[in-house]
């Protein structure tokens, strides 16, 4: 009989696979049986799928990307400027993802887009009233913008109270002027249901911010900021190239001016000042 000591062998462990009571912990939390089951084609092209997914994805990184500039802007109202930068540099990846979403859709030829695009109908991406609320966090406010969503009271109710809140930038200035920056009055109290227009002045400030410590802890909003205006533009880029791409210079879905709108909003920077205020520092 041997006397040498034997270490109890560890019962294999297999992870539980009877949920028989209900659906399971992965399906109560995450609903993707809900998330897989909104897929509607209406045409017989197989290539519908794709774009109905891609889109619906799309909405989803809209969703997220609301989430942290909402915290972000929150965060600038109570001075916590760490927490700020945090939600912005989270949302600087999720924007990396959103744009990724174009790879799919970004090689249609017209004649693969023309397959399916009459399922669309008056279809447009102008009518996403989640990416509306982004357009209004980065200051693009535009009252007749609600109007698509009229019909929808949920919808239209969140759209309205996002238009007559400060956007992003405007509790970024509202910081600066807080920490002592010269911010004038004017921009301070102004109608934030308004587009933003750039200013000189802010211009003059962002100057004097990054002709100083670059470690300072508003230049480094600055630099999360630009992270985000740079994935913003490149996100309306890759949109012109692929709608350009789709159906070329045809009026776009919806009744919109397709790519000659495109190219309006792709010329356009996000936070104006913190571009043109590097020719000065």
Same mark, same amino acid.
Request: no cysteine.
């Given at each position: 009989?041997?006397?040498?000591?034997?270490?109890?062998?560890?019962?294999?462990?297999?992870?539980?696979?009877?949920?028989?009571?209900?659906?399971?912990?992965?399906?109560?939390?995450?609903?993707?049986?809900?998330?897989?089951?909104?897929?509607?084609?209406?045409?017989?092209?197989?290539?519908?799928?794709?774009?109905?997914?891609?889109?619906?994805?799309?909405?989803?990184?809209?969703?997220?990307?609301?989430?942290?500039?909402?915290?972000?802007?929150?965060?600038?109202?109570?001075?916590?400027?760490?927490?700020?930068?945090? +939600? %912005?540099?989270?949302?600087?990846?999720?924007? *990396?993802? &959103?744009?990724?979403?174009? !790879?799919?859709?970004?090689?249609?030829? @017209?004649?693969?887009?023309?397959?399916?695009?009459?399922?669309?109908?008056?279809?447009?991406?102008?009518?996403?009233?989640?990416?509306?609320?982004?357009?209004?966090?980065?200051?693009?406010?535009?009252?007749?913008?609600?109007?698509?969503?009229?019909?929808?009271?949920?919808?239209?109710?969140?759209?309205?109270? +996002? %238009?007559?809140?400060?956007?992003?930038?405007? *509790?970024? &200035?509202?910081?600066?002027? !807080?920490?002592?920056?010269?911010?004038? @009055?004017?921009?301070?109290?102004?109608?934030?249901?308004?587009?933003?227009?750039?200013?000189?002045?802010?211009?003059?400030?962002?100057?004097?911010?990054?002709?100083?410590?670059?470690?300072?802890?508003?230049?480094?909003?600055?630099?999360?900021?630009?992270?985000?205006?740079?994935?913003?533009?490149?996100?309306?880029?890759?949109?012109?190239?692929?709608?350009?791409?789709?159906?070329?210079?045809?009026?776009?879905?919806?009744?919109?001016?397709?790519v000659a709108w495109l190219e309006r909003r792709?010329?356009?920077?996000?936070?104006?000042?913190?571009?043109?205020?590097?020719s000065y520092v």
């Amino acid at each position: 009989m041997s006397h040498e000591a034997h270490e109890p062998e560890t019962p294999h462990l297999a992870p539980k696979i009877d949920w028989s009571q209900g659906t399971t912990p992965y399906e109560d939390y995450v609903k993707a049986d809900v998330l897989t089951h909104l897929q509607h084609p209406l045409s017989d092209d197989p290539g519908e799928m794709v774009f109905l997914v891609t889109t619906q994805v799309m909405e989803l990184w809209f969703t997220v990307i609301v989430h942290e500039w909402e915290t972000a802007a929150h965060a600038l109202r109570s001075d916590d400027v760490p927490v700020a930068i945090d +939600a %912005l540099k989270r949302s600087v990846r999720q924007l *990396e993802a &959103l744009n990724a979403s174009w !790879r799919p859709l970004g090689q249609l030829t @017209p004649a693969q887009f023309n397959s399916y695009r009459n399922a669309l109908g008056e279809g447009s991406g102008f009518q996403s009233a989640m990416y509306r609320r982004m357009e209004f966090l980065l200051g693009e406010k535009s009252a007749s913008m609600l109007v698509p969503h009229r019909g929808a009271p949920r919808v239209h109710a969140e759209l309205e109270k +996002a %238009l007559h809140e400060p956007s992003l930038y405007d *509790e970024v &200035l509202g910081l600066l002027a !807080r920490r002592g920056h010269a911010i004038p @009055p004017a921009l301070l109290e102004r109608d934030v249901s308004q587009r933003y227009e750039p200013s000189a002045e802010v211009e003059a400030v962002w100057t004097e911010i990054y002709s100083g410590d670059a470690d300072d802890v508003v230049a480094r909003l600055g630099e999360a900021l630009t992270d985000v205006a740079e994935l913003v533009w490149r996100w309306r880029n890759d949109h012109l190239v692929a709608t350009r791409r789709a159906m070329g210079a045809k009026p776009g879905t919806g009744g919109s001016a397709g790519v000659a709108w495109l190219e309006r909003r792709a010329q356009k920077n996000v936070f104006p000042e913190l571009w043109t205020a590097r020719s000065y520092v």
